[in-house]
């Protein structure tokens, strides 16, 4: 079949007319089959996206020159081409009886009752089993509804479709906006501002998803049709529930009157009632009746030519069983031939394999092909190359006239039930050869540079059954036919914009790819996944699919692939971050928000959340600084402060925004009070750095209680007074007269390190072992700590103790490990004599509280 000539979707002139080709819209890179690959470039949300079948699709963040004007919409005379074109095309041939011409029995009523529920503005859910006549009376109910709504009627099919899928498609059918995609909020926005009735039929989905669609389109009617078996709607979807049902068994029999165009006589008008009770007067069931009838009285009629209403296969009944009884009795003296047997009810009930059994060699073929495919039917201009009869095209009427094949937007597949009943009667052999064929034939068909891809779009369910088929099979060589037509067909796809058959023919292609061992066609697959992936902004994914993509291109070292792949993933990592920031500053707004002050408070309530955030960082403080040793002070110290301001903290937010909302003053007098107490608790608690002071006490020393009145008191930090000070002991020289130092216990502990008035540091010393706990029981309270604060300490000598000494030789901390002999002892106790006064015995040992 040539691509140039053969009849398309909406060309369906005289039989024998030569069609133009129409001119070829894509142009590139030589393709796999020898023709220029189709480059398209089409914007989608931010991105522009340009569809490469060689290396795959490019993305980048669309150039302001390249966006779109915004959409516009489409007039009433492009609304009715529009809907021309997606309708089913009509069978060719001379016309005759088909189910779908025939008029409506016993619906006016529902009919009349659906247009007043629309012209109110109300959304109607109309179920019925399969055969109840839906699509008929859809078809009646959007005649009757084309002038109500601004933006007319819009029939969309949702067969196979999601929610998002009918947004686009009503998007598609409204306005006009070529080659481009909108995101998601400008796609809610454009349907928003939709005024039209919606006639959706064969929906496959309900509840939140059923929900999404009607509040996406406040200004649309819907009237829906389903069957019983999918998901009902929520109860706040205000939707109008109506339950179709069969037929009477009157216009039964005037359906079947009409079919064979006389009246029935009582064997008939019996066999109809008895079909009317096991069908419930399904008007599918009388259509495939009427069919019955009507080849009944063809070959009662033999020999002749056949009345079928085509006049092409005068002999396609000759061998039957009912043609060979009618023809027995041919020779009788009067010419009289008996009468054929009515079909039995079991017949009449399940009648697709009798019904096949009388059609021609190409509808038999066809029907063969529709099994193997799940159903779908190819359309009519490939049946002559699909079935290799030149008059196969003519076989569609023919299966339609019978009630075998039923419309489904805009292509056909077989009715309700039929598929079990053919598969039954042997027609699902060799179905995996013939899906075979069919994707070779697409996969040719497809990649014509004459096709378009609105035309391949088309055609998309019967590929996808294709795929879907030969993916399944282990048979050699057909999941290298499903890579093929998948690799062929997935561009065109997404230069149409039906993106979700984008999506199935990729996800097809991949696992046919992995089955087949074909690594660089399941590297384009997955890098065409990541680029759909970030076109519907799951990133996440897109990534996953481009890093698994550069892998594979990896290892087969294809460079431009690889290229391609890590500018794609570029981008993902780029909206990755981008959104990550966004997520981290909504809520950090929202809380700002929160905090706003509705009206100015009393002080009272500010003083109490300030006196609140006064004690929590005090406590904070002076708990990190009984907690910290001296000897770590200087390292927890960044430490404690933020802990401290963020305990300070928790307390305002929580005083502020525990009650109703605080002053915006006080908020801001509670973090100035929180910085101050924070840079005074670092700065105690830094203090000492400078010094080689460390406040470390050994168990053979002693510390000053500050009782010499020769002595100023310690600095908060430890710190101590300069040497050569009047009254202050030597490095070395021990603090108590009579106490000799002892010379064979090794040097005094010493936790600082060595500087221009001490020694050199013990290494035995563990300058981060705490020492606040003394090592023996003194016998004496130890003192108290005092909070640090930043006035400089009085150096007047404090007075003397009443506190009891212990009279354990000690040294100070910072005092040279030496050995020294008892005369220097008891002089240099001597000299720091007035420090006991008061009474002070030897024999106890002061330990500072760290």
């Not at 981008?571 to 100015?600: K, N, W, Y």
Request: with cysteine; aromatic share 4%; charged share 20%.
């Amino acid at each position: 079949m040539d691509p140039n000539t053969h009849r398309g979707p909406e060309e369906y002139g005289e039989q024998g007319e030569p069609v133009q080709p129409p001119a070829p819209a894509f142009g590139g890179a030589q393709g796999g089959s020898g023709g220029l690959a189709r480059v398209v470039r089409l914007v989608s949300g931010s991105y522009l996206v340009t569809v490469n079948p060689v290396d795959g699709s490019e993305i980048e963040p669309c150039p302001p020159g390249e966006r779109p004007a915004a959409p516009d919409k489409l007039d009433p005379q492009e609304r009715a081409e529009a809907a021309r074109a997606a309708a089913p095309p009509l069978p060719s041939g001379p016309p005759g009886f088909a189910g779908h011409e025939a008029p409506l029995e016993e619906r006016t009523e529902d009919t009349e009752r659906l247009v007043r529920l629309l012209s109110r503005g109300r959304s109607v859910r109309l179920t019925g089993p399969a055969g109840s006549g839906r699509t008929r009376l859809l078809d009646a109910v959007a005649t009757a509804c084309a002038d109500l709504a601004p933006d007319g009627v819009v029939r969309l099919s949702g067969y196979h479709r999601t929610a998002t899928d009918l947004l686009y498609a009503l998007f598609a059918a409204v306005y006009r906006a070529p080659r481009h995609r909108p995101d998601r909020p400008e796609l809610l926005r454009m349907v928003a501002e939709i005024g039209a009735i919606v006639v959706l039929d064969d929906l496959e989905f309900g509840g939140a998803a059923l929900d999404e669609l009607l509040d996406a389109t406040p200004e649309c009617a819907f009237l829906i049709a389903a069957t019983p078996d999918v998901a009902a709607p929520s109860a706040g979807s205000h939707l109008e529930e109506i339950f179709l049902g069969g037929i009477g068994r009157a216009g039964c029999v005037r359906l079947l009157e009409r079919a064979v165009d006389r009246s029935l006589t009582d064997d008939e008008e019996a066999w109809a009632a008895d079909l009317w009770f096991e069908s419930e007067g399904l008007p599918l069931r009388f259509v495939q009746a009427a069919t019955l009838l009507r080849q009944r009285d063809r070959m009662h009629g033999l020999p002749g030519a056949m009345d079928d209403g085509y006049g092409l296969f005068p002999e396609e009944t000759q061998g039957t069983p009912d043609a060979d009884a009618a023809s027995e009795g041919e020779g009788d003296g009067e010419g009289d031939r008996p009468e054929l047997p009515l079909p039995s009810l079991g017949e009449a009930a399940a009648p697709a394999p009798l019904l096949a059994s009388r059609l021609g060699e190409a509808a038999k073929e066809t029907l063969r092909l529709a099994v193997a495919l799940g159903g779908e039917l190819p359309h009519q201009a490939h049946l002559p190359a699909l079935t290799e009869d030149t008059h196969a095209d003519a076989a569609l009427g023919e299966l339609l006239a019978c009630g075998l094949i039923s419309p489904v937007g805009g292509h056909y597949r077989l009715a309700a039930t039929v598929q079990e009943q053919l598969t039954g009667a042997g027609y699902a052999e060799g179905a995996a050869a013939r899906a075979h064929t069919v994707a070779q034939h697409y996969a040719w068909w497809a990649g014509h540079p004459s096709v378009t891809p609105e035309r391949a779009a088309a055609e998309a369910d019967v590929a996808l059954a294709a795929m879907g088929a030969l993916t399944s099979s282990r048979e050699s060589g057909h999941a290298s036919a499903a890579v093929l037509l998948a690799r062929t067909a997935a561009p065109a796809f997404a230069a149409a914009l039906h993106w979700s058959a984008w999506e199935r023919s990729l996800r097809h292609g991949q696992e046919a790819a992995r089955l087949a061992g074909e690594v660089a066609e399941e590297a384009y697959f997955h890098h065409e996944l990541g680029v759909l992936a970030l076109c519907t902004g799951s990133l996440d994914r897109a990534r996953a699919e481009l890093e698994a993509s550069i892998g594979l291109r990896g290892v087969l070292s294809d460079r431009n692939g690889a290229v391609a792949g890590r500018r794609a993933l570029a981008l993902v990592t780029d909206r990755s971050r981008a959104a990550s920031a966004v997520t981290t500053a909504v809520p950090q707004i929202a809380a700002a928000g929160a905090r706003q002050p509705d009206a100015p408070k009393d002080r009272a309530g500010s003083s109490d959340a300030v006196s609140t955030a006064k004690l929590r960082v005090t406590g904070a403080a002076s708990t990190a600084e009984t907690v910290l040793t001296p000897g770590a002070a200087q390292t927890a110290a960044t430490t404690a402060v933020p802990a401290a301001a963020a305990a300070s903290h928790k307390g305002v937010r929580r005083a502020f925004v525990g009650g109703t909302r605080r002053n915006l003053v006080a908020a801001g007098a509670g973090a100035l009070l929180v910085a101050v107490l924070g840079t005074i608790v670092t700065l105690g608690a830094t203090s000492g750095g400078g010094d080689t002071h460390d406040n470390k006490v050994s168990t053979e020393q002693t510390t000053d209680d500050g009782g010499s009145p020769d002595l100023p008191a310690e600095q908060p930090g430890g710190t101590d007074r300069p040497s050569g000070h009047p009254g202050t002991a030597k490095p070395g020289t021990p603090a108590r007269s009579g106490s000799p130092s002892p010379s064979s216990s090794g040097p005094a502990t010493s936790g600082s390190p060595t500087g221009p008035s001490t020694g050199p540091t013990d290494p035995t010393a563990d300058p981060t072992e705490p020492t606040g706990r003394p090592t023996s029981p003194t016998g004496r309270p130890t003192r108290p700590t005092h909070p640090p604060t930043d006035e400089p300490t009085d150096p007047t000598p404090t007075g003397p103790t009443d506190e009891p000494t212990d009279p354990t030789p000690t040294s100070d901390p910072t005092d040279k490990p030496t050995t020294q002999n008892p005369s220097q002892s008891t002089s240099a106790s001597a000299a720091s004599s007035p420090s006991q006064g008061a009474g002070t015995p030897s024999g106890t040992e002061s330990t500072p509280t760290a």
